[in-house]
């Protein structure tokens, strides 16, 4: 008897020891991520927000911080191919557009700048912007290089794998790179005809198994297809029936893509091969040899592409967004379907609407994240307290991405107007610094604005408690959607 409750004290005082050592691991490693977060170049209201999971309820902040908390990657970048590509025979495609105040903010924050020569033409419809990308699958002659967030199990995506595994077989470079959690669900019979045709297709930082290689938060939101080095599609459009597709869907989001042709897309190009080799853990030469780039002149379109994420050194986006609004003297045109700023980025617009300047607005009535339609409700009723228009898409979801300021500069991409794209994945847009491109891109918003009601103050509330504490959940959990 004396034994067994000798043995029993024993147990006790060692499975209390055990927890008393996990728990001060634990509160040990909290002050460390939180010590580390300080330290991290965050958005205050992104940092305030792991701040309170992680101090409030440490056995799922801790975790959840190490998994998805990451942003910026020293290592990763050093890494990977310098996204500041050198583009040949720069010389012939100068740019007039250099010397302004935004191409030169985002030049400091680690964008190349803008160059002549391009041809631009804006795909306003999900069927237009399918019927361009097959057509140029079809008549790609060297390589094909896409990389997309999502790949859509359904009839777009595999229209798609059947028209990139024909190509294969006959002998053309294509790789396909697929985030691993956008593309998650696709299974390897899904993509199999592409590999049996030789195609290759990698993912992008996949996260089970779980590496060390990053964070599982940093998300390869980029969509852009290259055909020869030389001629991109570009935008906000994932390869999936809700983006395009052959024939029209009332279900299908309205979105915005480009095509381009000329120096901006050997440079894309660029993007895409860092992407690939950082993924592929291989190097860039057999991706550039199936044909020698060329800077050839296609047209009068002056572009800056712009890469953002953890493999920037800064935030060229998110910098030269502020510069764009700071510089506009009439208007800014915002159109997104998200609309989650930080502080500067909502100050900015207010004091511009203050001023006089016209600012609008465009998001849907609805969009597919409900909790980021809550989320918004603040942001707007500041915007339009300020003098700020605010219209509502009325016909369906949303899904373009695009800035215009004045008639002299816009931006295109895909990256929405939220703290999820300005701060932590791999985003690309395109600075149109082209005056008569910057007017094809208004004339696109105004025809936009057609479906559009105008947003009106909120009606009282009937459970004004219940609606405000929802809201500002929401908020709370804004920088971390």
Request: charged share 20%; net charge positive.
């Amino acid at each position: 008897m004396v034994d067994d409750l000798k043995e029993w004290l024993a147990d006790f005082i060692a499975r209390g020891l055990i927890a008393d050592l996990i728990t001060l691991a634990g509160f040990g490693l909290a002050l460390l991520l939180v010590a580390r977060l300080m330290s991290q170049k965050k958005a205050p209201a992104n940092t305030f927000a792991w701040l309170l999971i992680i101090v409030l309820v440490p056995y799922v902040g801790v975790p959840l911080y190490l998994l998805f908390g990451g942003r910026k990657l020293r290592r990763l970048a050093a890494r990977k191919t310098p996204l500041a590509p050198r583009l040949p025979h720069r010389s012939d495609t100068p740019s007039i557009f250099a010397q302004r105040p935004v191409a030169q903010t985002i030049m400091a924050s680690g964008a190349g700048g803008p160059v002549a020569g391009n041809r631009l033409q804006l795909l306003m419809t999900g069927e237009e912007t399918f019927a361009e990308l097959a057509d140029q699958i079809r008549n790609a002659k060297h390589s094909i290089h896409i990389t997309t967030f999502i790949l859509g199990r359904d009839e777009t995506g595999a229209l798609i794998v059947q028209l990139l595994a024909a190509r294969a077989r006959e002998g053309i470079q294509v790789c396909l790179l697929l985030d691993s959690v956008g593309s998650m669900f696709i299974t390897r019979s899904f993509i199999a005809p592409l590999r049996l045709a030789g195609a290759e297709v990698i993912r992008f930082m996949p996260v089970l198994p779980f590496t060390s290689r990053g964070s599982a938060n940093l998300r390869n939101h980029r969509k852009i297809a290259i055909f020869d080095h030389n001629t991109a599609i570009i935008g906000g459009q994932n390869l999936a029936d809700d983006y395009m597709g052959p024939t029209p869907s009332k279900k299908r989001f309205a979105d915005l893509g480009a095509l381009v042709e000329g120096p901006a897309a050997t440079l894309l190009n660029e993007v895409f091969i860092a992407d690939w080799c950082f993924a592929s853990r291989r190097p860039a030469e057999p991706l550039r040899a199936s044909k020698p780039p060329t800077s050839t002149h296609r047209g009068n379109a002056e572009l800056q592409v712009v890469a953002s994420g953890p493999d920037v050194p800064g935030d060229p986006l998110y910098e030269g967004i502020i510069s764009m609004i700071q510089e506009a003297a009439k208007s800014i045109w915002i159109v997104t379907p998200y609309f989650i700023p930080d502080d500067v980025l909502l100050r900015s617009l207010i004091v511009k609407a203050r001023a006089g300047c016209e600012v609008i607005l465009i998001v849907p009535a609805r969009s597919n994240h409900p909790v980021t339609d809550f989320a918004r409700r603040h942001y707007v009723r500041e915007l339009r307290q300020a003098g700020g228009r605010v219209l509502l898409y009325s016909p369906g979801m949303l899904h373009s991405k695009a800035v215009i300021i004045d008639d002299h500069i816009g931006l295109l991409g895909s990256a929405n107007f939220d703290l999820r794209s300005l701060f932590v994945n791999f985003e690309i847009g395109l600075v149109v610094h082209s005056t008569a491109d910057v007017v094809m891109m208004k004339a696109w918003a105004e025809a936009l604005m057609t479906h559009c009601r105008e947003a009106k103050a909120e009606p009282p509330r009937k459970y004004p408690l219940l609606g405000n504490i929802v809201e500002d959940f929401s908020r709370l959990l804004a920088p971390l959607l």
